[in-house]
């Protein structure tokens, strides 16, 4: 395995900002992470707050020993006793088969910040992934994307929930999902990892109660000894520990609301993508009432309903809900940060592009609920390279860097372009030029004469043109039926590294690169020390 870094400026204006300009938005944020005293000032900062360490940490070991985690987690959860510990966080929601790759793209790049800063500061760092099993959105969840037939194709379990409720919540339809993954492991060719591989899944999966159980226990599989805390947001336990903090937001929920949407306003002035829809009347939490799960909204009157009048509560109903039942709760994207930062010590928080341009309104409801925004480091990004697809560019001296932000399509039609002599592309070109230059002098005679005959005579060569054009589009056409085989290899470079139009970490599973290379890949990967530094990576498989 070989990793190379490469430099690609993000398409996000906010995001682009942040990595290269940051002073333009540093008002949004409490730390620069370009700062050399970040480490410093935030272990102070985390020194004034206090945190449920024992509760938390008991919570948190009979979680993970439900999922069966290797020693080393059990270790790192006790170490959280310490008052001198410390986490690195990121989160995700419980995608099938781990999700897309940037979900265990955003572990690495916790694993790796974590025994950076646990080096270097001298004190225990502990890696943790919050999976946000109260989210309740299962149509984002329920589907993986597989190579098929040269396109990138949905394949969606067949569970259709009842109701709207929390993914943590949601049973398993095991006849269900056994028979998804039978279908999603037959499109993969069987190598030496295939029957092992599958074995694991569908043992895992047998053993899970929700798609979080087996979410966990596939993470772990794949870092088995790095450490990895896991942490199910939406466990009754959990709940239990967030009672205070629940309650600190119903009491600041206009200050929160208000914050929040007025550095949207303001973000939106200045330019800026706003991946956040906010208003100010937004609770930013949820209420679960018999399996739906309801998002509430304040009313003039300072009572909470459902956005659509499911239900109706006084904020001391709500204040109550939050003292004996908080697990009737939940936080939506507002507020779920802020639960994050009262129940852990945050040293560093890590997330995508999309999550940096959201977190940029945030500011003002940390400072509501008396706390302060943790360093924001933005996750490690990787572009896997298999052996054939390596070969397959080489063959046709294609930049990795190229194709990996715009893709292989244009290169294609160049090359097929030039496999005539001379290259049908260019003898097109000239044959238009010669053409134009021939119909100059009636243009001008036509200009001339008036009226609408210049018009015309324009209309004419545009149309002599466009013969042309078509003559070139089926000599092209010609050609490939004799160059299929390269340009098929064309296409899997594209489909590979560019998918859609997109990054591979977007559209691509782990479940292809295990079966070609095993389960200790994303371990490898891990093994070698990785910059924050850099925009981008490849690997080189």
């Given amino acids: 395995m070989r990793i190379d870094s490469m430099n690609m400026k993000p398409k996000q204006t906010l995001f682009r900002d942040y990595k290269y300009d940051y002073e333009k938005i540093a008002d949004r944020f409490s730390y620069s992470p370009y700062d050399e005293n970040i480490w410093t000032d935030r272990l102070e900062d985390l020194r004034a707050q206090t945190y449920q360490r024992e509760a938390l940490s008991g919570v948190l070991k009979t979680m993970n020993e439900k999922w069966e985690v290797p ?38 790049s916790v694993l790796q910040l974590a025994r950076q800063k646990e080096k270097e500061l001298g004190r225990p760092v502990i890696p943790v992934f919050w999976i946000a099993g109260e989210d309740h959105d299962f149509d984002e969840i329920n589907h993986i994307m597989m190579k098929q037939n040269g396109r990138m194709d949905k394949k969606t379990i067949g569970h259709v929930p009842e109701v709207k409720s929390s993914v943590s919540e949601l ?73 205070p903090y629940f309650t600190t937001m119903i009491r600041q929920n206009r200050e929160i609301a208000g914050g929040v949407f007025s550095l949207l306003q303001k973000n939106r002035q200045e330019g800026y993508e706003t991946l956040l829809d906010s208003e100010m009347e937004d609770a930013h939490l949820f209420y679960h009432d018999r399996g739906d799960r309801i998002l ?31 697990e009737k709760l939940s936080n939506n994207v507002v507020t779920r940060p802020l639960m994050q930062e009262s129940l852990f010590p945050v040293l560093a928080f890590i997330g995508g592009p999309g999550e940096i341009n959201y977190w940029s309104a945030l500011k003002p409801a940390f400072d509501a609920a008396g706390l302060c925004m943790p360093p924001v480091f933005p996750r490690l990004s990787f572009t896997l390279v298999d052996r054939k697809t390596d070969r397959s560019m080489r063959h046709f ?93 064309f296409d899997d470079i594209d489909i590979t590294l560019h998918p859609a139009g997109g990054l591979q970490e977007r559209m691509w599973n782990i479940l292809p690169w295990v079966n070609d290379y095993g389960l200790s890949l994303f371990q490898e990967m891990n093994r070698h020390h990785l910059s924050f530094e850099h925009d981008h990576y490849v690997v080189y498989l």
């Fill in 397 to 489: 001296q294609l930049s990795v860097e190229e194709v990996v932000q715009k893709g292989a399509a244009e290169k294609k039609m160049n090359w097929i372009g030039a496999m005539s002599t001379p290259p049908v592309k260019q003898l097109s070109e000239q044959v238009k030029e010669e053409m134009a230059r021939i119909h100059a002098p009636l243009r001008q005679k036509a200009e001339e004469l008036g009226g609408d005959l210049g018009q015309l005579a324009d209309k004419n060569l545009a149309y002599l043109q466009e013969t042309v054009a078509f003559l070139e589009k089926r000599m092209l056409q010609s050609l490939e039926g004799t160059y299929r085989s390269e340009l098929g290899q």
């Fill in 171 to 243: 049973q398993m339809d095991q006849k269900k999902a056994d028979a998804w993954l039978e279908d999603v492991f037959r499109m993969v060719p069987e190598t030496e990892h295939t029957n092992h591989f599958y074995q694991l899944v569908q043992e895992h999966l047998h053993q899970s109660d929700s798609y979080t159980d087996f979410f966990a226990r596939l993470i772990y599989q794949l870092f088995p000894h790095e450490g990895l805390v896991l942490i199910d947001a939406h466990d009754p336990e959990v709940r239990r520990l967030e009672t």
């Fill in 71 to 108: 020693r080393e987690t059990l270790e790192n959860i006790e170490r959280l006793k310490d008052e001198e510990s410390v986490v690195v966080i990121a989160g995700q929601q419980a995608g099938l088969l781990t999700g897309p790759l940037y979900s265990v793209h955003k572990i690495i």
């Fill in 296 to 326: 509430l909204v304040r009313d003039e009157e300072g009572q909470f309903r459902g956005k659509n009048n499911e239900v109706v509560l006084s904020r001391e109903e709500l204040l109550q809900i939050a003292e004996a039942s908080p």
